[in-house]
């Protein structure tokens, strides 16, 4: 067990027309502390501890490496915030993206 579990994250994923090419765009819109994440919810693709976007990757694998992340030693037992507290910044949706995505662990 980690302090990811039984939490429900809520995130936007967006590709444009250069996927799979370029990585997708995530963005966390629920407050969590996670080293590839920064503190207004972007995932940072360049502070994965064992994953590089290639062409051959997909939004499963990212998606993957993300839930291996929150296993890792690094981050299993990182403080998260409050259950449900949110980002206060626009998510990518509101800037005109499109996209969907929520992470459930248990």
Do not use: H
């Not at 969590?32 to 693709?45: E, R």
């Not at 994965?48 to 992340?69: Q, Y």
């Not at 037992?77 to 996209?99: D, H, M, N, R, T």
Request: include cysteine.
């Amino acid at each position: 067990k980690t302090n990811f579990s039984d939490r429900i994250y809520s995130l936007d994923i967006y590709c444009d027309d250069s996927y799979p090419v370029a990585a997708p765009k995530i963005k966390f819109n629920t407050k969590i502390n996670l080293s590839c994440v920064g503190s207004t919810g972007n995932l940072d693709y360049s502070k994965f501890a064992s994953f590089k976007w290639t062409a051959k990757e997909s939004m499963e694998t990212v998606l993957i490496a993300l839930f291996k992340e929150m296993q890792s030693s690094t981050n299993k037992s990182k403080p998260q915030p409050a259950e449900g507290e949110v980002i206060k910044q626009k998510s990518l949706i509101e800037e005109g993206f499109w996209g969907f995505g929520v992470l459930g662990f248990w």
